[in-house]
Structures are given as structure tokens and as C-alpha cells.
């Protein structure tokens, strides 16, 4: 099966409330994640990433926190706006020459006004 | 704009039609891939380019054929296609393969259509 997997397919939240998406993946040669965000009819668009030699990453409005030890990766974005309804992927790469990329299936996160 | 086009958006094909589709990256990238996307299943890849060289094929039938002429552009040639081929075609573009930038930057996709 996918290494890679979303604990929820849908989040619902209200407009200013905080969201947090979890990720769960297996292989612990993971090095490097990503969180994709992908909205209707588009790509999916690169939000944020963490190495495995950190912990926490903080950008605007997103933190990405990796729990090595659960194997556990989240995305929380403050204020959530109407704009980040979307479906939010979280991706692995192994450690090693391949690079891989894996992509879990996705939770749809829907901002309720 | 991510910096990565393709065309068409959305094509509709019949079963024994040959189409392609195109990619384009504006991002002075050497690794460029071709993804499948499916309702409620995850990004499949199928293709890899590392410096126009194909680096991967995830056992993706012989109907489907890439083509990398150059670094900026990347192909996918279809032909006597499926109608469960009917999917988001993505392509993303990176800056090497294997190095120590692995963030893959998407286009918009193309929906394809197999009736």
C-alpha cells in the first residue's frame, strides 16, 4: 500500500477559526516532505516543506510540525480564509539517489463562512 | 502562476485518435514529470526527465509515449487510449533530479476525456 496517508479525507472549518491537517507516512528513510495544496481545475501548488533534521517550519499563515518518532507530519494554517478551501496533500521523498516523490490521497479542507 | 504551462486544458478524445499533450517550463529546470490523476486516488507518476533523458517509467502502458526534446518542454503522446485513462494529466518540473532541491513545481494540468 501507499506510504503515505491522510488521517481525514474531509475538514470543515469556520471562516477565522485555525485548521490542522495531519499526514501519516510509514517509511522512516523519509527525509523530506512537502505539503501541496490543490484547488478546483487547478495543479497542485507547493506550500510549504520540512526536512527530517527539523521539526517545525513556519511560513505565512502555515506550519508544517514532524513528529519522527510517530512518523506523523501536520499542516496548520491560522485564520483560515474562504481562499484555502482546497485539497491538501502531504508528499515523501525517500532519502536515497531516486528522490521519489509520494503523494497521499488528500484532505478536502472546506472554510464555512 | 507556477511557472510550468501545458496545453491543452481539457481534450476530448475518441478511443482510436492520436493526441498529445504539451508541457512547458519557464523555471530553468533540468527535471521535468508526468503525473496522473484520478478521482479519489493519489498523483501516480509515469515518466521522469532528468536533462532530457528519461529516468523513469512506472510501467505505464506503451499507448502512452513521452517525449522530452529539451530541458523547457516536455510531450506525452497518446494514442488508442482507454476510456479509464479519462484523467487530470499533470506535469511538474523540478530543478535537478535527485538533488538537493526535490520540490517539484506543478502545472494546471490537461483533463482528458476518453470516450
Known amino acids: 500500500g501507499e506510504s503515505v496517508g491522510l488521517h481525514l479525507p474531509t475538514l470543515s472549518v469556520q471562516e477565522g477559526d485555525n485548521s490542522i491537517i495531519n499526514c501519516a507516512y510509514s517509511?522512516?528513510?523519509?527525509?523530506?516532505f512537502i505539503w501541496y495544496k490543490q484547488e478546483s481545475g487547478k495543479g497542485p501548488q507547493f506550500i510549504i516543506d520540512?526536512?527530517?533534521?527539523?521539526d517545525k517550519r513556519q511560513g505565512q499563515r502555515v506550519t508544517v510540525l514532524l513528529n519522527k518518532t510517530v512518523k506523523h507530519l501536520s499542516l496548520q494554517i491560522a485564520a483560515t480564509q474562504p481562499g484555502d478551501s482546497a485539497v491538501y496533500f502531504c508528499?515523501?521523498?525517500?532519502?536515497?539517489?531516486?528522490?521519489?516523490?509520494?503523494f497521499g490521497s488528500g484532505t478536502q479542507l472546506t472554510v464555512l463562512p | 502562476e507556477t511557472g510550468v504551462t501545458q496545453t491543452p486544458r481539457h481534450l476530448v478524445m475518441g478511443m482510436t485518435n492520436k493526441k498529445s499533450l504539451k508541457c512547458e517550463q519557464h523555471?530553468?529546470?533540468?527535471?521535468m514529470y508526468w503525473y496522473k490523476q484520478s478521482a479519489k486516488k493519489p498523483l501516480e507518476l509515469m515518466f521522469v526527465?532528468?536533462?532530457?533523458?528519461?529516468?523513469e517509467n512506472n510501467s505505464v502502458p506503451s499507448r502512452f509515449s513521452p517525449e522530452c526534446p529539451n530541458s523547457s518542454h516536455l510531450f506525452l503522446h497518446l494514442h488508442t487510449l482507454q476510456p479509464e485513462d479519462s484523467a487530470l494529466y499533470l506535469c511538474?518540473?523540478?530543478?535537478?533530479?535527485?538533488?538537493?532541491?526535490?520540490?517539484?513545481?506543478f502545472g494546471p494540468g490537461t483533463r482528458l476525456t476518453v470516450l
Open positions: 511538474a518540473s523540478s530543478p535537478v533530479r535527485g538533488g538537493a532541491s526535490d520540490t517539484q513545481y
Open positions: 517509511n522512516s528513510a523519509s527525509d523530506y
Open positions: 508528499a515523501e521523498i525517500l532519502s536515497g539517489s531516486a528522490r521519489q516523490l509520494t
Open positions: 526527465y532528468n536533462f532530457k533523458e528519461q529516468t
Open positions: 520540512i526536512r527530517s533534521n527539523m
Open positions: 523555471l530553468g529546470h533540468n527535471a
